[in-house]
């Protein structure tokens, strides 16, 4: 970790430089820990919530320092996956965990270098084909097949190849299951009927790097990502509710780089496309059809001026469109340049600073400025950071609802008139190496927030272009509430050390947070986050065997929903377990066990989270 140069900074840093809270998470890790798709492993990750609505990558919204889901960033190579209809998608990344080379998480405001959206933090996923390495030669095909409860089904598959200037990659998984059953209800003599929280999950992949010259890189990226679930009580707590939904997305990626001597400059072309199908009931006709596109091209420049003081620049330019039936047609233009400086003027202290004009036809202009510095002693580093965040509002913010007739009372509606969120945060803190095995890390954080957006429940009187609503009836109205402060502590332990013929690694960490709504307005997402969450990850490996283990324990606001008979509960620990077995070099077996203790808890109201559910099955990796 102390050389590890990590990227989400845009300029190349070691974590000690940084002046950030940075988690890297690299390869190995992933083939060790107990999780089932991406967002279940982060949920594990210390500083990180995740709030699920079913396990196996169906959907789960990431939280950072108390942000909403929508203030959390995520990167694939550099480039944005955020989607531009509603940041309940932001976390259905299209690549396999086989691609991955590392994840890089950035705790805290990231705006003055990426722009909207990095509030709370960046997670950047970044993949061995977008990686330059001093490898000529590389061959890898790994990949498992399991079998569970509830006619489960998990399989992934990957490989890579690295030929002299050439590199390929490429994967597939796929997670499918009827579900477990959730059992019938009765709320005020009507029975709610029992169904299964189902799913069928599929990405696919393929990349390829090559060499053009000795200075130039190419890199392409085509990745599709199919998920088809029961969302029942994902949105609503509805006793009506019998949703369910599909998702398919297309990502493409191009990228040039040229890198020569103390400069690199960089072109990247992302595209994206998403249809959602959304049915509330069969009983009605309440189908809604959602086709998004987001066009994003950057382009960036690194110079290195001397050994103290290094240089980048760069910009954005970006398209997003909307084919709705409840939400219109709509498309908007953004664009945003930025400067970036990191000044080295002793071997201890390291000094950054950036500055960036973001351009958008919803919000106009807006900069984000952000300073960090770090002071590196032999033990201990010192670090600190501020800098402004901005988050603008979606097309579901600005639109939900806004195209249809007689809107019931209780539903969701949209505000074309959002203003973009802004924030200023701060933070302070220190890593403490107390020898080669064992890493603290203490982070205290501020965020004030204005003109945060939620849903706030509002009499149909006060709402403009009321048409479409029902007199006399209240509405969850998409609205700017004027200020929210946060605070917070992360308290982290990190340990690694070789035993006998293996390797143990291990990490603790606790995140307290406080929100606070000065005008203690009735909001949705504002203040559910969790006020203390504890997490924790460990695995041993050798190379006859390894065991891995994760849990979290958590403790929120209780809620609960008489409509559906439904609580959420006030706290809850959850525990997952993964053993493997190699009797051959290149075949093994595993087994592996989620809520080993058969928790029952719900991240959002009403999507009652599974039970304790068994998997096991085979695993094989050529090298």
């Known amino acids: ?41 982060l949920q594990y990750l210390p500083g990180i919530e995740v709030q699920s609505r079913n396990l196996f990558g169906v959907q789960g919204d990431i939280t950072m320092r108390g942000s909403t889901f929508t203030q959390v960033l995520i990167l694939v190579d550099g480039m944005r996956l955020n989607d531009p209809l509603t940041g309940h998608f932001n976390n259905n990344i299209p690549i396999t965990s086989s691609e991955i080379e590392r994840i890089e998480i950035l705790r805290g405001a990231a705006a003055s270098m990426y722009g909207a959206d990095a509030v709370g933090g960046v997670i950047h996923i970044i993949t061995k084909t977008f990686t330059n ?75 390829m790097g090559y060499q053009m010259k000795k200075d130039w890189y ?14 029942r009580y994902f949105y609503t707590t509805s006793p009506f509710d019998k949703s369910t939904e599909r998702t398919r997305n297309w990502w493409n990626q191009l990228q040039i780089e040229k890198v020569k001597g103390n400069s690199s400059s960089d072109i990247n072309l992302a595209y994206k496309y998403n249809t959602d199908i959304f049915i509330f009931s069969p009983d009605f006709s309440s189908t809604n059809k959602h086709i998004t596109q ?94 402004r965040s901005i988050r603008a509002a979606d097309y579901t913010e600005r639109y939900v609802s806004t195209n249809l007739e007689n809107l019931t009372s209780g539903r969701s509606l949209g505000n074309p008139d959002l203003m973009a969120e802004s924030a200023w945060s701060e933070e302070i803190g220190f890593d403490y190496s107390i020898n080669e095995h064992w890493q603290l890390k203490t982070t205290a954080f501020f965020r004030q927030s204005d003109d945060l957006i939620d849903y706030v429940s509002t009499n149909f009187e006060n709402i403009p272009n009321n048409a479409n609503l029902l007199e006399n009836a209240s509405y969850f109205w998409a609205s700017n509430i004027a200020k929210v402060k946060t605070k917070g502590l992360e308290l982290e332990a990190w340990h690694e050390q070789e035993m006998g013929s293996g390797r143990l690694k291990w990490n603790i960490g606790y ?82 066990v989620h809520n080993i203790f058969n928790a029952q808890y719900q991240d959002i109201l009403g999507a009652k989270m599974p039970n304790r559910w068994l998997m096991g099955g085979i695993t094989y990796s050529f090298l």
């Open 1 to 41: 970790m102390d050389t590890l140069e990590v990227s989400t900074t845009r300029i190349p840093l070691t974590v000690k430089e940084t002046g950030r809270n940075i988690t890297v998470i690299p390869a190995t890790d992933l083939k060790q820990l107990p999780f089932t798709s991406l967002d279940d492993l």
């Open 133 to 207: 390495t001093d490898v000529t030669q590389e061959r890898q095909l790994s990949g498992e097949f399991n079998l569970g409860e509830n006619a489960l089904v998990r399989s992934q598959h990957g490989f890579y190849l690295q030929e002299d200037r050439l590199s390929v990659g490429g994967g597939f998984t796929w997670n499918h299951s009827d579900g477990q059953e959730i059992p019938e209800k009765t709320v005020d003599g009507t029975t709610l009927d029992a169904y299964r929280n189902y799913f069928d999950v599929k990405t696919a992949g393929l990349s």
């Open 218 to 231: 190419l890199r392409a990226r085509m990745a599709y990502d199919d998920r088809r679930f029961s969302a």
């Open 294 to 387: 987001f066009f994003n091209l950057q382009i960036n420049h690194l110079q290195q001026l001397n050994s103290q003081l290094a240089l980048k620049v760069g910009g954005q330019l970006d398209r997003r469109m909307i084919e709705s039936n409840d939400r219109g047609n709509h498309a908007d233009w953004h664009g945003g340049v930025y400067v970036m400086s990191v000044y080295r003027p002793t071997t201890k202290l390291n000094l950054s600073a950036s500055v960036r004009a973001d351009y958008d036809q919803n919000y106009d202009l807006e900069f984000t400025p952000q300073l960090n510095l770090s002071y590196v002693l032999s033990k201990i580093v010192f670090r600190g950071s501020a800098g």
């Open 511 to 592: 995140t307290y947070l406080n929100t606070q709504n000065k005008e203690e307005q009735v909001s949705v997402y504002i203040a559910s986050h969790a006020g203390h969450l504890l997490t924790s990850n460990a695995y041993y490996m050798n190379p006859k065997f390894d065991v891995g283990i994760s849990g979290l324990y958590k403790i929120r606001d209780e809620r609960a929903a008489a409509s559906i008979n439904t609580m959420l509960e006030k706290q809850y620990t959850v525990w997952n377990i993964r053993f493997a077995y190699r009797p051959f070099s290149n075949f093994g077996l595993n087994l592996q």
